[in-house]
C-alpha cells in the first residue's frame, strides 16, 4: 500500500529525515514512537505531500506519488487527523464532514449528509451534527474530525498524535474509534505516545530518532525485548 | 529593490504629468468640460464668451473679501471679490460661476484650466508673481494688528519676544517676521484668531479690513497698526501666465469702476466700518 | 467660554450639505477601497511574480506618499494624461479608493495570514485544493480578523476625507471653516462638526458590531 524509499527531509540545513525506508501492507497499522523532534510528525505530512520530501521515493498502491503535479488528487485518498484537531471553526460539524466530499468529489449534498450521518452514528455524536465545533469538547472534536477524514472514503488514514491535546478522560473514547477503524481493514499510520493502543492495536512498531528508523519489530517483541540502545531507553522513560 | 521601483513609478507619474503640461501651446488636446481648446496666449476673452461663463475661482472663508451668507435658508458667497467679480463678467457678457475651494487649492486649479482667475483677496505678492500674472492691484491698505483688549502692543518694539499668528502663505506671514517676534502660521485667519483667544499668540496680522471686521464682531478684541509691518502687498486678480486679453479686461473693469463711482460705493458697503 | 449657539443656527443647512458629502465620499471609497485592496491582496498571494510586483508597487507608492500629493495627482494630474478633465467629485472618491486600497489590502492579508495553519493543512489534507480552501474555510475566518480593522480604517477616512477642501469638494471640516469665517465664531462650528463626526462613527461602530455578531454565530464567548 505505502513504499517509502530512501526518504531525505531538509530544512535548509536542517537534516530532519535521513534516508528511512518504510513499507506498509494494506490493512497493516503501522505505529511510530520516538521522542520529540525525531521527524515522526514530518515522515507522516511527507506521505500525503503536505511536506515535500527532499529527495527519495513514496509510492502509493504502487504509483510514485512524488514529484506530481495532481498532488490534490492524490490527497483524496489519504485521510488525516491532526493532534489539534484543525476543524473547520466556521462551519458546524456536518458540514465539516460534507464540504469535502461535495466540492471536491462532487457528490450531491443528500449524499454527503447521509454518509455524515453514518460517520456520526459510529462514534456516537449523531445528536451533534449542527452544532459547531467550538461547542464540542476536544475528544468530540476529534472525533468529529476522524468523521471529516473518513467521509473522502480514503484508502489510508494517517493519525499524528491524535490524543496528544485531549485531557485524560476523553483519550479513551477517541482509541476506542481508532481501534474500531483498525477491525475494519483501514491501513493505518499512527503517531502516537499512548503505548496501550500501540500494543493493541498496533501490527507494527517503527521507533523513529534523530531523523532514522532504529528499531522495527511487532509489538510484543518491541515492548518486551528492543534490541536498539536507544529504544530502550526510550521505553524505559515512557513506561511506568 | 522595492524601494527603487517604487521610487521609479513616482518620478514616472511626475514626469508624465508635467511632461505633458500646460506650456505647450498647440497641442490641440482638450481639456475642460466644454471642449474648449488649450489656451493660447491671446484668446483666453474669447473662449470665456464662447463658453458664456467666466469662471472665477474663490476661497469663501475670508470676510469681507468673501465669505458664506445665510439668506432665507438659502446659501450665497457675497463680499467684495464677488462684486467685482460679477463686475467683469458683465462686462464681457458672460453669467459669472464661482467655483469655491479651499485657499491653496486656488493656484493649482488656475494653472490646470480648472478655472479662470482667482478673485480671493489674494496678495500680488512677488512669489506668486512667478507662477501667475497679476491684474492691477484692486484694493490696498495697511495691515492691522489684531489684539486682545487691554494688551499693551502700541510699536514694534513691544512685539519684542512676543508671538504672532498669521495666514499660511499670505503677504501677513512675510511682513509679520520682519517684526522679530515668532511667528506661527496657521490655515485660517479664523485659526489665528482663536489661537489669540486662547492666549497661544499675542497678535494676529491681517489685513486691515479684515481685522476690523474681528473687532467689530468681536467686543474682547482690538487692532492696532504697527508702521514696519503695514504693507498688505495690495489685492489683485490673478490669471494664468499669459492672459493678457483677460488681465487687460479686468483691469479696464477696474478703473471705470473707479471713474463711475462704483467702486467707492462697493469698498464702502464691504470695506467700511 | 461662552458659547452661543445661536449665532450659527443659520447655517445648518450647510452642516446638512458638509455632512452629506463626507459621508458620500466615505463610503463610495470605503467600497471601492475594499474591492481594490481585495485584488490587491489576492496579487500580492498570487504565485505569479508579476502579479505579486505589481501589487507590491501600489501599496508602496500610496502608503509613502501623502494623501494631499495623491489627489493632486488624480485630479490636475490625471486630466493632462489622458486629455480630459476629472471633476471634483470622481477624482476625490478615485483617490481617496485608490489610498484606501492600499491599505485594505494589508489589512486583509494580514486577516489572511492570521488564520491558524492548521486550516489551510486540514483542508488540503482533504484534497481540497488551495482555491477551494481559500474560498470555504480561510476567507470566511479571515473575514471576522479583517472586519474590526477595516472599521478603522472606515473611521481613518472619514476624517482624512477633508483633505478634498483643496479640490472644491464642500465637506464637512469646510463647512465648520466656512460658518466660522462667516459668523465670527470660534468654537460653536467645530463644536457642531465634531459632534456630527461622532455620531457618524458611533452609528458605523455599532453597525460593524452587528455584523461581528452574526458571523460569529458559531463560536464560544
Known sequence: MILIKDLCKNYGSLNVLKGIDMEVKKGEVVVIVGPSGSGKSTLLRCINLLEHPTSGEIYIEGEKITRRTDENKIRQKIGMVFQHFNLFSNLNVMDNITLAPVEVKGISKEAAEDNANELLKEVGLSDRAYDYPAKLSGGQMQRVAICRALAMQPDIMLFDEPTSALDPEMVKDVLTTMEGLAREGMTMVVVTHEMGFAKEVGDRIMFIDEGKVLEESNPETFFSNPQNSRAKEFLSKVIH | ?273 | MSLDFSRVSAYSPLLVKGTVTTLELTLFSVLLGTVFGFITALFKMSRFKLLRALGNIYVELIRGTPLLVQLYIVYYGLPQLIGHDIPSFPAAIAALSFNSGAYVAEIIRAGIEAVDTGQMEAARSLGMSHGLAMRFVVIPQAIKNILPALGNEFVSLLKESATVSVISMGDLMRQADIIRAATYTAFEPLIEVALIYFVMTSIFSSLQRMLERRLKVGDTH
Open chain 2, 1 to 273: 529593490m522595492k524601494k527603487m521601483m517604487t521610487f521609479l513609478m513616482v518620478a514616472l507619474l511626475a514626469l508624465g504629468t508635467i511632461g505633458c503640461g500646460s506650456d505647450k501651446p498647440a497641442s490641440g488636446t482638450k481639456i475642460g468640460n466644454n471642449s474648449t481648446e488649450r489656451s493660447n496666449t491671446t484668446n483666453k476673452v474669447d473662449e470665456i464668451k464662447k463658453r458664456g461663463e467666466l469662471v472665477v475661482g474663490i476661497s469663501g472663508d475670508y470676510p469681507p473679501y468673501e465669505s458664506h451668507k445665510m439668506t432665507g435658508g438659502e446659501d450665497k458667497i457675497v463680499g467684495f471679490d464677488v462684486d467685482f467679480a460679477q463686475a467683469i463678467a458683465d462686462e464681457l457678457g458672460v453669467k459669472l460661476k464661482l467655483n469655491e475651494t479651499s485657499f491653496n487649492g486656488l493656484i493649482p486649479m488656475l494653472q490646470s484650466n480648472k478655472i479662470d482667475v482667482i478673485i480671493s483677496g489674494m496678495s500680488a505678492s512677488g512669489e506668486r508673481a512667478k507662477s501667475v500674472d497679476f491684474s492691477d492691484i484692486y484694493h490696498s491698505g495697511e495691515n492691522r494688528l489684531l489684539i486682545r483688549k487691554g494688551t499693551k502692543i502700541a510699536s514694534v518694539d513691544d512685539l519684542k519676544g512676543k508671538k504672532i499668528g498669521v495666514q499660511l502663505g499670505t503677504v501677513q506671514e512675510n511682513e509679520a517676521k520682519k517684526s522679530g517676534a515668532e511667528v506661527k502660521s496657521v490655515n485660517l485667519v479664523t485659526d489665528a484668531v482663536m489661537e489669540l483667544m486662547n492666549n497661544k499668540v499675542d497678535g494676529v496680522l491681517v489685513d486691515g479690513v479684515v481685522a476690523d471686521k474681528f473687532t467689530t464682531n468681536n467686543k474682547d478684541l482690538a487692532a492696532v497698526n504697527i508702521s514696519e509691518l503695514s504693507d498688505d502687498g495690495g489685492s489683485a486678480a490673478a490669471v494664468k501666465r499669459g492672459n493678457e486679453d483677460l488681465v487687460k479686461v479686468i483691469n479696464d473693469v477696474l478703473k471705470g469702476l473707479k471713474d463711475s463711482g462704483e467702486y467707492k460705493k462697493m469698498a464702502n458697503k464691504w470695506f467700511g466700518v
